[in-house]
């Protein structure tokens, strides 16, 4: 079956610019996450959306992120006046549902490569 | 932040030998996971730990849940070349509600045959 996609696979931008990253999540999953991972790092949280809604954004680094959901399902990640610091791969990942304790599974998706010059 | 210390961060074996790795934090975490990345790909979910002294085999991978809910431990038995790649322990923060993440640094695995 389709795991989760993303695109582009690879962005390549200006300092200053702006852009936008897609996220397909696995058919069905109610839960959708984004994570940023720097060059030799392990992946940092971003954001959260169950269904429609972000539940819990304490991620995201400055108020140039914002990431919406409008369908409960494709989410977009977009970073507005794009630094050199954003440069990094940005992971989505999505699981079946959520429970008050235990977390699901997060499927990770193969991530989009962002370079800002 | 929390924060989860991996180690070791490289490690350059032998085809056939075992593997261990490990993780801590100075925080409680209510699950633990262990990923393997390849390049070019997203993390893939190898063992998933979700109560304290908890042992979890998966193959030749086992893994333990620290009691004290603040380490866990990674090993690998007889290595073979497929093994190559980098490992991430994770943890879900013992907060209600909270289904974040939150990963190690990374332990890089090679292997010469």
């Known amino acids: 079956g389709a795991g989760v996609s993303q695109t582009p696979s690879n962005k390549v931008t200006e300092k200053g610019k702006y852009v936008e990253l897609r996220c397909d999540p696995i058919?069905?999953?109610?839960?959708l996450y984004w994570y940023r991972q720097s060059l030799g790092q392990g992946p940092e949280f971003l954001i959260y959306?169950?269904?429609?809604?972000?539940?819990?954004d304490s991620g995201l680094p400055n108020d140039r992120f914002f990431a919406v959901r409008p369908e409960g399902s494709v989410s977009t990640l977009k970073i507005q006046r794009t630094e050199r610091g954003d440069s990094a791969v940005y992971l989505c990942?999505?699981?079946?549902?959520?429970?008050?304790?235990?977390?699901?599974?997060?499927?990770f998706g193969p991530g989009t490569r962002l370079t800002v010059l | 932040g929390q924060q989860l210390n991996q180690s070791p961060q490289s490690m350059f074996i032998q085809e056939g030998e075992d593997v261990s790795m490990n993780c801590t934090s100075s925080s409680i975490f209510n699950t633990w996971l262990w990923y393997k990345q390849d390049p070019g790909e997203g993390p893939v979910l190898l063992i998933a730990?979700?109560?304290?002294?908890e042992l979890t085999s998966n193959g030749r991978l086992t893994a333990q849940f620290g009691i004290t809910r603040k380490d866990s431990f990674l090993n690998i038995s007889a290595s073979i070349p497929s093994d190559v790649g980098i490992y991430f322990c994770a943890g879900q923060p013992y907060i209600q509600g909270a289904q974040k993440l939150v990963f190690g640094q990374g332990t890089r695995l090679t292997i010469n045959p």
């Open positions: 730990l979700y109560k304290a002294g």
């Open positions: 959306f169950q269904g429609t809604g972000a539940a819990d």
């Open positions: 058919s069905g999953h109610t839960a």
């Open positions: 990942a999505s699981s079946p549902r959520t429970s008050g304790v235990r977390t699901d599974t997060q499927y």
